[in-house]
């Protein structure tokens, strides 16, 4: 029990260190709902967690001092075993700060990753390895020297990802979040279910037209979230 109370005392003291640190990154409301992370309860919310929260717990390392395995890490085994990462990659929607295509860079031998993301830091240095776009992906977006697009999460940019991804060829892999009822850009969908399979079906539509080999859905529940990871598998 002591030990418990000593690594949540130190996962603690990490936070509130990186909040300190990244004050600037973050909006007045963003950085007061961290303050109220509890890390003790984050076991009863593994799945499934805020973009925002996930990212944070990862930065402070709190997966290492868990000796668990977080959904990055996992997401990045998988991209591994189908694609490989050493190779030009693009992310969508990196977040504030990028860690999964920080994580990615670090174990690239070879190649480059390039985020796209319109709030992006420079919380970790932009390097020729390492490229940010502080920029909203879109379809035009020239994606014509890269290997492979990627998305961890990002929700309303899964359908640009795929469209841009499959109308130039290029291989694609996205770990889903909700859509549906959102309130927002989603209203014409009736529900998260509806806004999935239809991402799905347009996935599938695109891979086949362009003759990019076939769609693989992967489940991701163990690891982080109760949606699925897409990507396309040539033949």
């Not at 490989?84 to 693009?90: E, R």
């Not at 796209?116 to 932009?126: A, F, Q």
Request: aromatic residues 10%.
């Amino acid at each position: 029990m002591g030990e418990e109370v000593d690594l949540y005392s130190k996962l603690n003291e990490r936070l509130m260190k990186y909040l300190e640190e990244t004050k600037d990154l973050y909006i007045k409301e963003e950085i007061e709902y961290l303050k109220r992370i509890r890390l003790e309860k984050v076991k009863d919310r593994k799945n499934d967690l805020p973009d925002l929260y996930r990212q944070v717990l990862e930065e402070i390392g709190y997966y290492d001092l868990k000796e668990t395995e977080s959904g990055y890490k996992a997401f990045i085994d998988i991209i591994e075993d189908e694609f490989g990462i050493d190779k030009q990659i693009i992310e969508v929607g990196g977040g504030v700060v990028p860690t999964l295509a920080h994580k990615i860079s670090l174990k690239q031998k070879s190649g480059n990753i390039t985020i796209y993301d319109p709030r992006l830091s420079t919380y970790h240095k932009n390097t020729s390895k390492f490229i940010l776009k502080k920029e909203k992906f879109k379809n035009e977006t020239d994606v014509s020297s890269a290997d492979l697009i990627i998305g961890f999460m990002p929700c309303e940019a899964t359908q640009t990802i795929i469209e841009n991804a499959t109308k130039n060829r290029k291989d694609f892999i996205i770990a889903m979040c909700e859509g549906g009822a959102h309130g927002d850009i989603y209203d014409y969908f009736e529900s998260t279910k509806d806004w999935l399979n239809t991402m799905l079906y347009l996935a599938e539509r695109e891979i086949e037209s362009n003759n990019m080999g076939e769609l693989k859905i992967l489940s991701f529940k163990k690891y982080l979230s109760s949606y699925p990871i897409i990507y396309n598998k040539k033949k």
